[in-house]
Nanobody, 123 residues
């Protein structure tokens, strides 16, 4: 079971760090993706990290601003978001998969989802 947290209201240019904590099973068995869904839009993947935590990938719109990382000691994956912009406003979800290759952020390939945390960026 995944618990996403850390969302909130921030001004443009600000930062937030999202957390995705797992209970019941270790994240070391899974690739983890961060996704977001803005009102009226489809869910899109923004960042991926592999099981080892050694490889990551970012969607073009967030590359250079977002950083995904993993702390196996606390069974948590983070998404550090810097220089946030109004277009980053969305509900952010984390999800796990045992069946994706590097950088695959198709939502249909992820089977276990957290509940989502809202990020609102004001201009």
């Amino acid at each position: 079971q995944l618990q996403a947290s850390g969302g909130g209201l921030v001004q443009a240019g600000g930062s937030l760090r999202l957390s995705c904590a797992a209970s019941r099973s270790t994240l070391d068995y899974y690739a983890v993706g961060w996704f977001r869904q803005a009102p009226g839009k489809e869910r899109e993947g923004v960042a991926y990290i592999d099981r080892s935590g050694g490889s990551s990938w970012y969607e073009a719109a967030v590359k250079g601003r977002f950083t995904i990382s993993k702390d196996s000691a606390v069974n948590t994956v983070y998404l550090q978001m810097n220089n946030l912009q109004p277009e980053d406003t969305a509900v952010y979800y984390c999800a796990t998969s045992t069946n994706v290759l590097y950088s695959d952020l198709r939502p249909s390939r992820y089977t276990n989802w957290g509940q989502g945390t809202l990020v609102t960026v004001s201009s």
